[in-house]
């Protein structure tokens, strides 16, 4: 059975927010240099301490630097100690993805609007550091930067509210996913996306009218983000629009394709185009084009 999320929490368990981030690090000269002198962080507490307790912890300096709204971003330098091997050269690195492990562990600051993200990239770029271009995900965009430590250190502007609309398809991703990971731990296979995105529609097409034979379907949540889909789907006379509570559905017989810069997506959101869902197997998703084909015979029986 899927795990399901809580929605309510008593009231006591409230959260206020952020209070701080914390990082390694092993050049405190650099990381001061950083925050304090380039980004403009004031320091507002350090903590020495001679080890924590077990004798293996080495002794450490804790800093914190203000970041904005009662927030800090702290880091521990580990004085004595060696930087593992695995921070060799990173800082160095463009600020892009290259390690998704890594690069996933990061802190990112809110800023007002597109006039504030340029003029931070601006005022990043001033400082000789390389910055990324924005980049559009979904409800934000941002741009970033590698710290001394190689750490991401990423700028944002929300481009809409979260509405119910995310939170209901967020809930039910989640859930595919589960469902997913179980259908693929019993046969022993690994899991990608695609069985996520497929869950996801085997899940909505319980209320949905039923899949003719060899069609296709793929569910759009209803967001602003995703409308090209739809828009690009009405200028097609083979493809039909249901819609059903928070999803709207494009249908076809036979193969479906959409292109990238017709669609006028950057690339993080075209490769996450069918996260409400489909009914069909990607055939071709590569970074301008994508077709989905209709689903094998099994497939299809089990989905009605």
């Known amino acids: 059975m899927a795990a399901t999320i809580p929605s309510q929490r008593p009231p006591l368990l409230s959260l ?31 903590i020495s301490a001679r080890g924590w307790g077990p004798s293996n912890h080495p002794d450490f300096l804790h800093f914190f630097f203000d970041s904005g709204a009662g927030s800090t971003i702290a880091f521990f330098y580990y004085l004595g ?21 890594f690069d996933a562990t990061h802190t990112a600051w809110l800023v007002p609007d597109a006039a504030a993200l340029l003029a931070w990239k601006q005022y990043l770029e001033d400082q000789g550091l390389e910055v990324s271009s924005p980049t559009t995900h979904e409800l934000i965009q941002s741009v970033y930067v590698r710290d001394p430590n190689g750490y991401f250190i990423e700028f944002t502007r929300k481009l809409r509210p979260i509405a119910e609309a995310d939170r209901t398809d967020g809930a039910l991703t989640l859930q595919a996913a589960l469902a997913a990971e179980e259908r693929a731990a019993a046969a022993r296979q690994p899991v990608c ?25 793929v569910f759009v949540p209803r967001v602003q983000e995703f409308a090209p889909l739809l828009d690009a789907a009405r200028g097609l006379a083979h493809c039909k629009i249901f819609n059903q509570a ?14 990238r810069r017709e669609l006028g997506m950057t690339p993080a959101l075209w490769y996450g185009l069918f996260t409400g869902g489909l009914q069909g197997r990607i055939e071709v998703f590569d970074r301008d084009l994508v077709r989905i084909v209709p689903a094998v015979e099994t497939e299809q029986a089990y989905v009605r």
């Open 193 to 217: 996306i695609d069985d996520v995105w497929r869950e996801k529609g085997r899940m909505l097409s319980r209320t949905a009218p039923p899949l003719a034979d060899g069609a296709v379907r």
């Open 16 to 46: 206020m927010g952020v209070d701080h981030t914390a990082r390694p690090t092993w050049r405190l000269r650099e990381t001061i240099e950083f925050y304090r002198d380039k980004l403009g962080l004031p320091l507002v507490h350090v």
């Open 246 to 259: 928070a999803y709207d559905l494009i249908e076809t017989k036979g193969p479906l394709e959409f292109r």
């Open 81 to 101: 100690s060696e930087e593992p091997k695995e921070l060799d050269g990173r800082s160095s690195q463009p600020p892009l993805p290259e390690d998704h492990v």
